[in-house]
């Protein structure tokens, strides 16, 4: 094989090794509760894990997409949130937020700033909606600990008969001075609440 040749097949086996790579990242179930199938996944190159809740329910696009995809309607997010600021909404595209979050002593408060585009796929309604940190928007406050390595998708899948499937999946690492054993250990309650909420919420 001459040099040239070597030049042309570098990009295409980076991008088969990175392939790979992801591929391998497989999810480990972790057990099934009030009809939510919990996952968790070791995150390349970090001791935290990632998390994934999948689960079925009977309702329409319009209204679960009215609770996830619709930063105003927050009612349901998480009981911990100290304060949440709406920054940007363009309904059904892109939105940005600003969240402050209680944490239990002797934690320090965190905050976040986070971007979100919503997109759907023509072939199958697919809606997705995802979300990761925002820089250089909101400044970082005293007495907080500013959470800058983040991601969660959303995603609804219309399935037969009125059924939705949704799926979310999200990493988050708190920074500061949480054990990463502690967080490992209870990861799992962060899809399952959010959803149980969604569940409430929709039905």
């Known amino acids: 094989m001459n040099f040239k040749s070597r030049i042309i097949l570098l990009p295409f086996l980076v991008l088969l090794i990175s392939a790979f790579d992801l591929s391998a990242q497989t999810w480990d179930f972790i057990k099934e509760q009030d009809g939510i199938k919990l996952y968790t996944r070791k995150e390349k190159g970090n001791i935290l894990k990632s998390f994934k809740g999948v689960m079925e329910i009977a309702s329409t696009m319009e209204k679960v997409s009215n609770i996830l995809g619709n930063v105003r309607n927050h009612d349901w997010w998480d009981e911990n949130l100290r304060e949440i600021k709406v920054l940007k909404f363009d309904e059904n595209k892109y939105f940005q937020y600003y969240l402050i979050y209680k944490v239990p002593w002797p934690f320090t408060d965190r905050d976040l700033c986070v971007e979100a585009t ?86």
């Open 118 to 203: 919503i997109s759907v796929d023509p072939a199958n309604g697919k809606k997705t909606i995802a979300a990761v940190p925002l820089f250089n928007v909101v400044p970082e406050k005293e007495g907080l600990v500013r959470i800058k390595n983040y991601w969660q998708k959303w995603t609804i899948l219309p399935m037969e008969n009125g059924i939705l499937r949704l799926t979310l999946e999200g990493f988050v690492d708190p920074a500061g001075n949480v054990p990463s054993w502690l967080y490992n250990m209870v990861i799992v309650d962060t899809p399952l609440k959010v959803m149980r909420r969604v569940k409430k919420f929709v039905q």
